[in-house]
C-alpha cells in the first residue's frame, strides 16, 4: 500500500473543522475546511420569486460558486461570471439541495447559497455541498416565522457529498490535490443522511474502472458520507430536530 501524501488510511477523512456564524448578513454563514481546503458558505432568504417563476407556489433555491483568486496557487484571475467548471459546480450544489427542500412548503421566497473557496487542495464542491446545508438549516430556522407553517422547516433530509478515486491502483477517500491530479479514476458522490443518492459524477482519467472497483469506491463514500451526516448533526446541535419531524 502506497502512503497518502498527508499520511491518512484510504478510508480516512480529512480533518474538518466547522466555524458556525462567521460574520457576514446571512441568516446563515460558516466556514467549513477539510485539510488544507476551506470554503466560506453563506445561505440567504429573500421574499419574492425570480421572475420566470412569477406564477409559481412554490418556493425556489440557487446556489452560486466561486475560488477566489488567492485560493490557488498561482493566484487565479477575479471574474464577474463564472466560468464553465464553477457554473456546472453551482448547478450541481443547487440540485443536491433542492433534493432534500420542501419548495412548496417554502412559500413564495428564494434561497441563495453562496460557496466561496477560500483554499483549495481538492474536494471544493464537495465541501461546498456539506457546509451549504448547515447554513441552509441555520437560515431557515433564523426566518422560520416567515414560513407557511413556522413549527417545521421545509426540509425533508440532510445531504453531504465526499470525493473518492482510484490512485496507484488503491481507492481512497476524500482526495487532496495531490491525489485527486494523479487519480486514474475521480468520483464525486452525494448522498442524503437516510443513505439516498442525490448524484454519482464519476470519471476513468485516462482509464478504465471495474464493477468491483466501482463497488469499492461507493462503499468508501457511503462510509464517508455517514460520518459528515452526524458531523452535520453535532454541529447543528438543537437545530436538528427542527427537519426531522
Known amino acids: 500500500m502506497s502512503q497518502r501524501p498527508d499520511q491518512r ?15 457576514t448578513s446571512a441568516p446563515g454563514s460558516l466556514i467549513i475546511s477539510a485539510g488544507e ?19 409559481a407556489t412554490s418556493g425556489w433555491l440557487t446556489a452560486e460558486y466561486r475560488m477566489l483568486p488567492a485560493s490557488t496557487s498561482p ?35 428564494t434561497i441563495y ?26 437560515a431557515l430556522h433564523a426566518v422560520r416565522e416567515t414560513l407557511p407553517n413556522p413549527e417545521k422547516l421545509p426540509i425533508r433530509d440532510s445531504v453531504a457529498a465526499v470525493s473518492v478515486g482510484m ?5 481512497r477517500l476524500d482526495l487532496c490535490y495531490l491525489e485527486d491530479v494523479v487519480a486514474e479514476v475521480d468520483m464525486n458522490v452525494v448522498m442524503t443522511g437516510n443513505g439516498r443518492f442525490v ?8 482509464a478504465t474502472f471495474s464493477e468491483i472497483e ?12 455517514k460520518q459528515l451526516s452526524i458531523l452535520q448533526r453535532n454541529t447543528l446541535g438543537m437545530l ?6
Open 37 to 55: 481546503t476551506v470554503v466560506l458558505c453563506t445561505a440567504s432568504v429573500v421574499n419574492g420569486l425570480p421572475n420566470w417563476m412569477k406564477d
Open 75 to 109: 493566484r487565479s484571475n477575479r471574474s464577474d461570471r463564472p466560468d464553465g467548471r464553477a457554473t456546472e459546480i453551482q448547478r450541481l450544489i443547487g440540485r443536491s439541495m433542492r433534493a432534500v427542500v420542501d419548495l412548496e412548503a417554502l412559500g413564495a421566497q
Open 9 to 23: 488510511e484510504n478510508d480516512a477523512l480529512r480533518p474538518i473543522v466547522i466555524q458556525r456564524h462567521f460574520p
Open 240 to 245: 436538528w430536530p427542527f427537519h426531522t419531524q
Open 199 to 206: 448524484e454519482l459524477q464519476g470519471t476513468g482519467e485516462e
Open 167 to 171: 490512485t496507484g491502483g488503491e481507492p
Open 214 to 225: 466501482l463497488q469499492q469506491l461507493i462503499s468508501l463514500a457511503k462510509d464517508g458520507i
Open 113 to 138: 447559497l453562496d460557496c466561496d473557496v477560500l483554499k483549495a487542495d481538492g474536494g471544493t464542491r464537495t465541501l461546498s455541498i456539506t457546509g451549504a446545508f448547515i447554513a441552509l438549516v441555520e
